[in-house]
């Protein structure tokens, strides 16, 4: 059994939360201009300094626009947003996704897996290959589910760093929020081992340099979250 750490919010987390959750439950549609933050930070009973850095962290993760001199509007979080924005939009739901998200997050990672792949087998030393090794016995010995998806997310984002590419590791780290808890979810359901045994896969094929086999194995395992055995939603 494990638990969670317990630590209390900041009154600026409080305030981002309850606008954020405002947002996202229709109470402040898009387009609609907020109160000045003088009559926020009094309703609310917290300094203008909270109101003002709350607003930058919400514009920043895509729910806001500041417009000098003209206000603060509900931005269109939903056409205009960014991987901030989904990060949040999970958190709002209990880190859960419908099936269109995780559809087209895992379409994205299906892309980006071929292309380091590819890369990798073409490109990448022996030395770089067999430097896998180590990141992949971690997945293996990892004692919870936690573990086992933060070594599982340092074997691929090691696998964007070698293929040479050098905006795939950006990419990945920009998704890490993300992809990680759809690893959780799917060690939660299926077991911590089933994970490991999807990375074990993928790096044997990478191991013999066959890239048909390496995108094979991605494959299986992303239509098989989709739509077969192992589905995550």
Same mark, same amino acid.
């Given at each position: 059994?494990?638990?969670q750490?317990?630590s209390?919010l900041s009154?600026?987390?409080?305030?981002?939360r309850?606008?954020?959750?405002m947002?996202?439950?229709g109470?402040?549609?898009?387009g609609?201009?907020?109160?000045?933050?003088?009559?926020?930070?009094r309703?609310?009973?917290?300094?203008?300094?909270?109101?003002?850095?709350?607003?930058?962290?919400?514009?920043?993760?895509?729910?806001l626009?500041?417009?000098?001199?003209?206000?603060?509007?509900?931005?269109?979080?939903?056409r205009?947003g960014?991987i901030?924005?989904?990060n949040?939009?999970?958190?709002? $739901?209990?880190?859960?996704l419908?099936?269109?998200?995780?559809?087209?997050?895992?379409?994205?990672?299906?892309?980006l897996e071929?292309?380091?792949?590819d890369?990798?087998?073409?490109?990448?030393s022996?030395?770089?290959?067999?430097?896998l090794e180590?990141?992949?016995?971690?997945?293996?010995?990892?004692?919870?589910?936690?573990d086992?998806?933060?070594?599982?997310?340092?074997? $691929? $984002?090691k696998?964007?760093?070698?293929s040479?590419?050098?905006?795939?590791?950006?990419?990945y780290?920009?998704?890490?929020?993300?992809?990680t808890?759809l690893?959780?979810?799917f060690?939660l359901?299926?077991?911590?081992?089933?994970?490991?045994d999807?990375?074990?896969?993928l790096?044997?094929?990478?191991?013999?340099?066959?890239a048909?086999?390496?995108?094979?194995?991605?494959?299986?395992?992303?239509?098989?979250?989709?739509?077969?055995?192992?589905?995550?939603?």
């Amino acid at each position: 059994m494990e638990f969670q750490k317990l630590s209390a919010l900041s009154l600026k987390e409080m305030f981002i939360r309850q606008i954020r959750d405002m947002i996202l439950s229709g109470q402040m549609p898009v387009g609609s201009r907020l109160p000045s933050e003088r009559d926020i930070a009094r309703q609310m009973q917290v300094s203008r300094a909270v109101v003002n850095s709350g607003f930058a962290e919400l514009e920043k993760q895509g729910f806001l626009e500041v417009h000098p001199r003209q206000g603060v509007f509900v931005a269109d979080y939903g056409r205009n947003g960014n991987i901030n924005t989904l990060n949040a939009i999970m958190e709002y $739901h209990g880190d859960t996704l419908g099936q269109a998200e995780i559809y087209s997050i895992i379409e994205v990672r299906r892309a980006l897996e071929h292309l380091a792949t590819d890369s990798i087998i073409k490109n990448s030393s022996n030395e770089d290959i067999l430097g896998l090794e180590g990141l992949l016995e971690e997945v293996a010995a990892a004692k919870t589910i936690d573990d086992t998806v933060l070594a599982t997310f340092s074997f $691929h $984002h090691k696998l964007s760093v070698i293929s040479g590419n050098s905006i795939i590791p950006l990419i990945y780290i920009s998704f890490k929020p993300v992809v990680t808890q759809l690893w959780k979810r799917f060690c939660l359901r299926y077991g911590k081992e089933a994970l490991y045994d999807s990375v074990l896969c993928l790096y044997k094929c990478i191991k013999e340099r066959d890239a048909g086999a390496a995108r094979r194995c991605t494959d299986k395992q992303l239509d098989d979250a989709l739509e077969g055995g192992h589905q995550i939603y």
